[in-house]
């Protein structure tokens, strides 16, 4: 069964489609302008990464050709076979979904950073594939971000991946001391039916705890569609938008 993400359908540029994801980027990009502007920092714009998942090859061409460099994959079967096919866009492609060990080995030959790193096991398993995968191919090293837990409960029911924040030094010297990757910072996704603002100003306390240990680690990737507002006042560097560019995802049958 091929993947319907997958189909590469044929538009040129020029198409109704383009012109909707233009209107949609032009107004994320002016959110992130006036919230930037409110935060005093419109000179430090965080990066925008686009949330292609389950949306067609042929979106993610749109995007490339409005501009759009960095996209965002959450299914590694799905997000390898669009880096294949769309190769020649030069795009930057984050891992942004919860990863199984196993896959790494896969993840590594078409990502530059993972966002969804959360336990020793999958830096262990990164920083080998890394190493096969990579360095002989003298690539850069594998940016990773650390996903935070930020639910009260760790084991609640809403819980959507990441490390304890008191875990995330631990995890931090383990990705500074893999040769293949380089320790970016943290990660986190706002928990669900809650206000995001208590969320990410943890998050920034957990940041400030992690570059006083590892100064080049300053990155936060937080912000959503639903709350990028919150997270750039909260010193978010890269935003992570899906469905407020490419509308809602469709239903995969
Ligand atoms: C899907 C997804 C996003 C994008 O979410 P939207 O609400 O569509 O903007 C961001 N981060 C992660 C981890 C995701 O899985």
Not at 58 to 75: F, Q
Request: charged residues 25%; proline residues 5%.
């Amino acid at each position: 069964m091929t993947d319907p993400a997958l189909n590469d359908g044929s538009a040129g540029a020029g198409d109704l489609r383009t012109a909707e994801l233009a209107g949609r980027l032009e107004a994320v990009r002016r959110r992130i302008g006036v919230a930037a502007a409110a935060a005093g920092r419109e000179d430090r714009l965080p990066t925008l990464i686009v949330v292609t998942k389950f949306h067609p090859v042929e979106d993610i061409r749109r995007l490339a050709a409005l501009g759009v460099t960095d996209v965002g994959e959450n299914r590694d079967q799905e997000a390898a076979g669009k880096a294949e096919i769309l190769a020649e866009c030069g795009l930057t492609w984050h891992f942004v979904g919860q990863l199984q060990t196993k896959k790494a080995k896969s993840v590594v030959r078409y990502a530059s950073a993972v966002h969804s790193v959360d336990r020793p096991q999958l830096v262990d398993a990164l920083a080998k594939a890394a190493h096969n995968e990579r360095a002989a191919a003298g690539r850069a090293p594998l940016d990773c971000f650390i996903q935070v837990n930020l639910e009260d409960h760790a084991d609640a029911g809403a819980h959507r991946g990441g490390a304890a924040p008191g875990d995330v030094l631990l995890l931090a010297d383990r990705i500074a001391e893999a040769e293949g990757l380089r320790l970016a910072g943290v990660m986190a996704v706002a928990p669900l039916g809650a206000p995001p603002e208590p969320a990410f100003e943890k998050l920034a306390g957990v940041s400030a705890r992690l570059v006083a240990q590892h100064p080049g680690a300053a990155a936060i990737s937080a912000g959503m569609s639903q709350d990028l507002e919150a997270a750039i006042a909260f010193g978010a560097t890269h935003l992570r938008i899906g469905s407020d560019i490419l509308g809602s995802r469709p239903v995969v049958g």
